[in-house]
T-cell receptor
Framework: DQQVKQNSPSLSVQEGRISILNCDYT??????FLWYKKYPAEGPTFLIS?????DKNEDGRFTVFLNKSAKHLSLHIVPSQPGDSAVYFC?????????????FGKGTKLSVIP | NAGVTQTPKFQVLKTGQSMTLQCAQD?????MYWYRQDPGMGLRLIYY???????DKGEVPNGYNVSRLNKREFSLRLESAAPSQTSVYFC?????????????FGDGTRLSIL
């Protein structure tokens, strides 16, 4: 059973508007969450992360929100740019002995239309 | 700025053949990882090495072996390739396995098994 779910396989947004990518998780032991961005024929690159003790983390145009009670997080990109077009993966990790293992969602393909 | 380098980038094998995928990082990271990504799926951890001299199984280790040759290099071996192992393989590294240590990925090896 999928522990990290990205239910939207794709998303299209106009340049300059906000992109919102969603992620849900089921494992209550997850306490750190990361977003990775992936271009075709390249490896994923780290984008932004958030600890479960926070509900928001911001880095430039990228903001991640965490709602622990709903087991839901979202990535906001404002304003969206054509170079943001990529596949975005949500990943989660638990503390302690299992902290080496990232659990990834299936990804959401974002297309930013000029 | 090489980061994580994987060789080869592409490979076609016949069922039953063996092969070793190579990975090297130049960031002096302690921890290294091997993932596979199947179409429409997230990345799944095959094996990881928390530090030089140690290796541990991830989510999908069956059919694979790994060697942490030294601090820089971590190889993945398929002893008898099967069509189910057709995938894109990503190597990654991080300072430690701590949840706040983002993993840095190579560009992948695309492996097809006929």
């Amino acid at each position: 059973d999928q522990q990290v779910k990205q239910n939207s396989p794709s998303l299209s947004v106009q340049e300059g508007r906000i992109s919102i990518l969603n992620c849900d998780y089921t494992n209550s032991m997850f306490d750190y969450f990361l977003w990775y961005k992936k271009y075709p024929a390249e490896g994923p690159t780290f984008l932004i992360s958030i600890s479960s003790i926070k509900d928001k983390n911001e880095d430039g145009r990228f903001t991640v929100f965490l709602n622990k009670s709903a087991k839901h997080l979202s990535l906001h990109i404002v304003p969206s740019q054509p170079g943001d077009s990529a596949v975005y993966f949500c990943a989660a990790v638990g503390s302690g002995a299992g902290s080496y293992q990232l659990t990834f969602g299936k990804g959401t393909k974002l297309s930013v239309i000029p | 700025n090489a980061g994580v380098t994987q060789t080869p980038k592409f490979q076609v094998l016949k069922t039953g053949q063996s092969m070793t995928l190579q990975c090297a990082q130049d960031m002096n990271h302690n921890s290294m990882y091997w993932y596979r990504q199947d179409p429409g799926m997230g990345l799944r951890l095959i094996y990881y090495s928390a530090s030089e001299g140690t290796t541990d199984k991830g989510e999908v280790p069956n059919g694979y072996n790994v060697s942490r040759l030294n601090k820089r290099e971590f190889s993945l071996r398929l002893e008898s390739a099967a069509p189910s192992q057709t995938s894109v393989y990503f190597c990654a590294s991080s300072w430690t396995g701590g949840e706040d240590q983002p993993q840095h990925f190579g560009d992948g090896t695309r492996l097809s098994i006929l």
